[in-house]
């Protein structure tokens, strides 16, 4: 076991061998007890024991002057099989164990095996501090790298000091007066060799070591394994000092000036020398050498920024003016500020860099034209271009300025003339030959061939310009060549492959550092998750991308602003969806971006139909006019749901089929699920062809859109078709946990063009009791009498048909039987009257002349709908469906409360009651159990808590809850559940388990 000081070696196997039969040897014991026991092992040993363990401590400290270190090695080298050798040392071994570890007879423990975990810190703390402010316990481990004696340092610290200057404390661990400053001067690097302590400072000045030489390699390493040096691996090795070392060095002189300049030019000179530029720009800027940084980004700086090392250029941009006033220098600074989104200054160092003339030259031109594009002000990126000067055409930065041409004719909608330049783009890259030309030209060729519709040329276009990008070494390039991959698969159809490229997109473009790139990539992100029903990420994703595009200042604002109205369109919050989709209108609307303007026209179309069919229509056909192949089909189907709205089913029918058309040519599955939802509903019976709905409901599984699978079923069940109650409850339940007001007003599409053909009536039994006609509940007065509530509440909770003798028992216990017969008679009429509501027919209240019942075809009953679903998740739990989980969310979420909870002590239903607590509790447990098995720690946690909010003397809850947190690492609050069921089982006079944390490390899910 090797680490050094601090690193916990003695404590953990003097706690380990507490248990075992073990022989100690420490400091100042090694001449006195080694050799004897060299010369004869068995003495240690008593006659009949088993196996011996021989911990010699402070390896480091044995004496080579006395041949100790050849007995400890004689130690290890002849130890009969019954004794195990444990070595202790703050340094390497002093003689090798090659010929044992090849026999797989040494086992080795080092610095990185003994930090103290965030799962163990956060259990000290909470059991000591306290974790105040939130998130004490991972900044404790960020600033000790979990070195046990910095992490028991700055608990000891901060024992007398308020919350809210602990942050302070971390600051000064290993400030000079501080006793772990001390530590480390004294135990740590005063126990080094001089060549470790030059390393370490080595270290301390340039921040990290790469690609050393073999002897500084090997010393690297044995540093790392003692705990002073943590090593990353990645493309190269990488070495830097641990976090309390780095600290501790930044209030040290670790180098004198000259030794440090002499440091970083050796250090700049060999990252250039292995094709580094960025970290050799840093280290001949720390060096101020001044005219190498500016020879190098002149050469280099082009590179540097397409690499995603902007940053590097821009620290250098610092420099004395006298070495940047060069127009090469200029525009590599100006692309620098542009991809790290500081706009104004990018223009100010192009128009540096052009000597403020009007015409540009192509390189220059494409750069500040791609800064008039990343703005969203497609004018000005063609007045750009416009004034660019194009020689032969035949570089790399032709081809650009050409590729960006096409490209933004491309958004304005001028697809001719984007060929045009498209088509002399392409020439140009093939004359440059350079793979950063041909990545631009792909790209424009794959924007165009989506529009056609052409997939597969599209898709092979993509991956093209990806390939092009990589082997250009172009970051910045491949972040958009993945946006814009994504934004294709969001429109073809498959918002899998557009979340899988987004995520893509968004790590490249933070390694970037350019926000342009980020806003859009969470932009498309959110429209994938919005497609797969994840509602929450999505708002998440497009707050982000809002307040992205506003620091920024570009029009391309509106493209989130779109999504944003699309997920509050799927809501049912109108209002909200409206704003947004005007305030992109107002945003797009100057220079024209076809794809803002269109998705927002969309939208408000399928808004507005709410409310008003004439402007809906409007919109719809300016959305159609567009005549953009992107949008082709959401615009068609948005025109069909218009026109059903308005009883269009002609026009309806047709949008369907021309939007069916065009989906099966771009195999847009979603598209055609919606199309064919729209041609069912538009035809003049859609309950004869309700069929074709399954259809739609696999093509959304397939592709992952749960929110639109779950419309299609209640859509379908509003039809009349054969939907079973569970899988419409499951489907409803779906909606509202995402967040989706399913009976609210809504905008243009499936739930606002299909009734529903179900009862208008729905009885809330589970909480308290409550009638709902027709969407509004019906107010305590309209009953007239406090019998007809009771008289709904006992066919409710009986379910099946009472006879009127029984009701009458029940109703009036003590009344001449005539009398209440005709008080029943009354209230029947008074019970028919509420529920009806003014219709002169039907109803759901039934009789036969001998019993009373309800008719469930006529009527909804929450506590019905409960039991039915629940039994359908626990089924499927039970045979481990794929869909287990969610039919037991559903049901846990649909039991609202206990059965008539504002009248408990009526006699009525008491079995009813138990058999609804017990089932909940069923669902709670499987649902909880199951989460568990999925890893999912909090939800877990949520419903075992609401077991017990049910019942607090709950054992099994209890020691489920325990394990699960046990498991997670939670110890501090693993600990205190643990005081509460000790607690409870006390009140019961139950002996509980008398360490549930330990018995149930592996309590089963």
């Known amino acids: 076991m090797t680490g050094a000081a601090g690193w916990g070696k003695t404590s953990a196997v003097a706690e380990w061998a507490e248990s075992r039969q073990a022989v100690w040897v420490g400091a100042g014991e090694h001449d006195r007890l080694l050799r004897p026991i060299a010369g004869d092992p068995a003495r240690l040993r008593r006659p009949g024991a088993g196996e011996l363990f021989l911990v010699v401590d402070d390896v480091q400290a044995v004496s080579a002057e006395n041949d100790s270190v050849a007995v400890l090695e004689t130690i290890c080298q002849n130890a009969p099989d019954w004794l195990h050798v444990l070595l202790l040392s703050r340094a390497e071994l002093p003689f090798s164990l090659a010929r044992l570890r090849g026999r797989g007879m040494v086992a080795e423990i080092d610095a990185t095996h003994l930090a103290v975990r965030p799962a163990e810190i956060h259990a000290l703390v909470q059991a000591t501090v306290g974790d105040d402010p939130p998130g004490l316990a991972a900044l404790i481990h960020q600033c000790t790298a979990g070195w046990p004696v910095a992490v028991r340092a700055v608990v000891e610290m901060m024992r007398d000091v308020a919350p809210g200057q602990r942050a302070a404390v971390l600051r000064r661990l290993t400030a000079p007066g501080e006793r772990f400053h001390g530590f480390l001067t004294e135990e740590v690097l005063g126990q080094e060799s001089p060549a470790a302590r030059a390393t370490l400072r080595r270290l301390a000045v340039l921040g990290e070591i790469r690609t050393p030489g073999p002897e500084q390699e090997r010393l690297l390493t044995e540093l790392t394994r003692r705990g002073l040096v943590a090593r990353a691996v990645g493309d190269a090795l990488r070495w830097s000092l641990i976090r309390p070392l780095a600290h501790y060095f930044s209030h040290e002189a670790v180098l004198s000036t000259r030794e440090r300049v002499e440091l970083h030019l050796e250090a700049g000179r060999r990252y250039l020398s292995e094709g580094a530029p960025a970290d050799a720009l840093r280290h001949l800027a720390s060096a101020g050498a001044h005219s190498a940084c500016a020879a190098l980004l002149v050469e280099h700086g082009d590179a540097l920024v397409v690499s995603g090392h902007g940053d590097a250029v821009l620290e250098a941009a610092g420099l004395p003016t006298e070495f940047l006033d060069d127009p090469r220098i200029h525009q590599v600074v100006g692309e620098a500020q542009r991809t790290a989104g500081h706009w104004a200054a990018a223009m100010e160092s192009f128009r540096r860099a052009s000597r403020f003339h009007e015409e540009l030259d192509a390189a220059l031109g494409w750069r500040?034209?791609?800064?008039?594009?990343?703005?969203?002000?497609?004018?000005?990126?063609?007045?750009?271009?416009?004034?660019?000067?194009?020689?032969?055409?035949?570089?790399?930065?032709?081809?650009?300025?050409?590729?960006?041409?096409?490209?933004?004719?491309?958004?304005?909608?001028?697809?001719?003339?984007?060929?045009?330049?498209?088509?002399?783009?392409?020439?140009?890259?093939?004359?440059?030959?350079?793979?950063?030309?041909?990545?631009?030209?792909?790209?424009?060729?794959?924007?165009?061939?989506?529009?056609?519709?052409?997939?597969?040329?599209?898709?092979?276009?993509?991956?093209?310009?990806?390939?092009?990008?990589?082997?250009?070494?172009?970051?910045?390039?491949?972040?958009?060549?993945?946006?814009?991959?994504?934004?294709?698969?969001?429109?073809?159809?498959?918002?899998?492959?557009?979340?899988?490229?987004?995520?893509?997109?968004?790590?490249?473009?933070?390694?970037?550092?350019?926000?342009?790139?980020?806003?859009?990539?969470?932009?498309?992100?959110?429209?994938?998750?919005?497609?797969?029903?994840?509602?929450?990420?999505?708002?998440?994703?497009?707050?982000?991308?809002?307040?992205?595009?506003?620091?920024?200042?570009?029009?391309?604002?509106?493209?989130?602003?779109?999504?944003?109205?699309?997920?509050?369109?799927?809501?049912?919050?109108?209002?909200?969806?409206?704003?947004?989709?005007?305030?992109?209108?107002?945003?797009?609307?100057?220079?024209?971006?076809?794809?803002?303007?269109?998705?927002?026209?969309?939208?408000?179309?399928?808004?507005?139909?709410?409310?008003?069919?004439?402007?809906?229509?409007?919109?719809?056909?300016?959305?159609?006019?567009?005549?953009?192949?992107?949008?082709?089909?959401?615009?068609?189907?948005?025109?069909?749901?218009?026109?059903?709205?308005?009883?269009?089913?002609?026009?309806?029918?047709?949008?369907?089929?021309?939007?069916?058309?065009?989906?099966?040519?771009?195999?847009?599955?979603?598209?055609?699920?919606?199309?064919?939802?729209?041609?069912?509903?538009?035809?003049?019976?859609?309950?004869?062809?309700?069929?074709?709905?399954?259809?739609?409901?696999?093509?959304?599984?397939?592709?992952?859109?749960?929110?639109?699978?779950?419309?299609?079923?209640?859509?379908?069940?509003?039809?009349?078709?054969?939907?079973?109650?569970?899988?419409?409850?499951?489907?409803?339940?779906?909606?509202?946990?995402?967040?989706?007001?399913?009976?609210?007003?809504?905008?243009?599409?499936?739930?606002?063009?299909?009734?529903?053909?179900?009862?208008?009536?729905?009885?809330?039994?589970?909480?308290?009791?409550?009638?709902?006609?027709?969407?509004?509940?019906?107010?305590?007065?309209?009953?007239?009498?406090?019998?007809?509530?009771?008289?709904?509440?006992?066919?409710?909770?009986?379910?099946r048909p009472v006879p009127r003798e029984q009701l009458m028992e029940l109703l009036w216990p003590e009344a001449d039987p005539v009398k209440a017969g005709n008080r029943l008679s009354v209230l029947l009429s008074l019970v028919r009257d509420v529920l009806r509501q003014g219709q002169s027919a039907g109803g759901p209240l039934a009789s036969d002349g001998g019993a009373v019942w309800l008719d469930r075809s006529r009527v909804r009953v929450d506590l019905e709908e409960f039991l039915t679903g629940a039994e359908a998740a626990l089924r499927a739990d039970r045979a481990g469906q794929a869909d287990a989980t969610a039919r037991l969310t559903a049901a846990a979420a649909a039991c609202t409360g206990e059965v008539l909870e504002d009248e408990p002590y009526q006699e009525w239903a008491p079995l009813l009651a138990e058999e609804v607590r017990a089932t909940h509790f069923a669902v709670l447990r499987a649902l909880a159990s199951r989460l568990r098995q999925a890893g999912d720690v909090d939800g877990a946690v949520r419903y075992t808590l609401r077991l017990l909010a049910k019942d607090v003397y709950d054992e099994e809850a209890y020691l489920m809850l325990i394990a699960t947190l046990r498991d997670a690492g939670r110890l501090g609050e693993a600990r205190r559940y643990e005081r509460i069921y000790h607690a409870r089982m006390k009140e019961m006079g139950i002996a509980p388990h008398s360490s549930p944390l330990g018995r149930l490390r592996s309590y089963p899910a």
């Open 368 to 799: 500040i034209g791609m800064l008039a594009f990343t703005q969203g002000e497609f004018g000005n990126t063609l007045d750009v271009l416009g004034r660019t000067r194009l020689g032969d055409e035949d570089t790399q930065d032709e081809a650009r300025a050409l590729a960006l041409l096409a490209t933004t004719c491309r958004m304005v909608g001028e697809t001719a003339r984007a060929r045009q330049a498209m088509a002399r783009a392409e020439a140009a890259a093939v004359r440059s030959g350079t793979p950063g030309a041909r990545a631009a030209i792909h790209q424009v060729l794959a924007m165009l061939a989506a529009a056609e519709p052409d997939r597969r040329e599209a898709d092979v276009q993509c991956l093209n310009a990806l390939h092009s990008a990589q082997a250009a070494g172009d970051l910045l390039q491949v972040g958009w060549i993945r946006v814009c991959h994504a934004f294709h698969a969001c429109d073809m159809g498959s918002p899998r492959q557009a979340l899988a490229e987004a995520k893509l997109a968004l790590r490249t473009s933070e390694q970037c550092g350019c926000p342009f790139l980020t806003g859009h990539a969470h932009t498309v992100r959110a429209r994938a998750y919005l497609s797969l029903g994840a509602l929450d990420e999505a708002a998440a994703d497009l707050g982000t991308a809002v307040d992205t595009f506003q620091r920024l200042g570009s029009r391309f604002l509106a493209w989130p602003l779109c999504v944003l109205g699309d997920l509050h369109r799927t809501r049912g919050q109108l209002v909200r969806a409206t704003a947004d989709y005007e305030e992109a209108l107002v945003v797009a609307q100057p220079h024209h971006d076809l794809f803002a303007l269109g998705h927002a026209l969309i939208g408000l179309a399928r808004v507005r139909a709410a409310d008003d069919l004439a402007a809906a229509r409007t919109l719809a056909d300016r959305a159609l006019g567009m005549r953009e192949g992107l949008l082709e089909i959401p615009a068609r189907l948005t025109s069909g749901w218009v026109a059903l709205l308005a009883q269009d089913r002609e026009r309806a029918a047709a949008d369907a089929s021309r939007a069916a058309k065009a989906a099966r040519l771009r195999r847009d599955g979603p598209g055609l699920a919606e199309a064919i939802t729209l041609g069912v509903l538009a035809s003049a019976d859609p309950a004869a062809r309700a069929d074709l709905l399954d259809e739609a409901v696999d093509l959304w599984h397939e592709h992952g859109c749960r929110l639109e699978e779950a419309v299609t079923r209640v859509v379908a069940a509003r039809v009349g078709a054969p939907v079973p109650d569970a899988d419409v409850c499951l489907a409803e339940e779906t909606l509202r946990a995402a967040g989706v007001d399913i009976g609210g007003r809504r905008a243009a599409g499936p739930l606002a063009a299909s009734r529903p053909s179900g009862p208008a009536v729905f009885i809330r039994a589970l909480g308290a009791f409550q009638v709902v006609v027709d969407g509004t509940p019906v107010p305590k007065t309209a009953w007239q009498s406090r019998k007809a509530r009771d008289l709904l509440k006992i066919l409710v909770t009986r379910r």
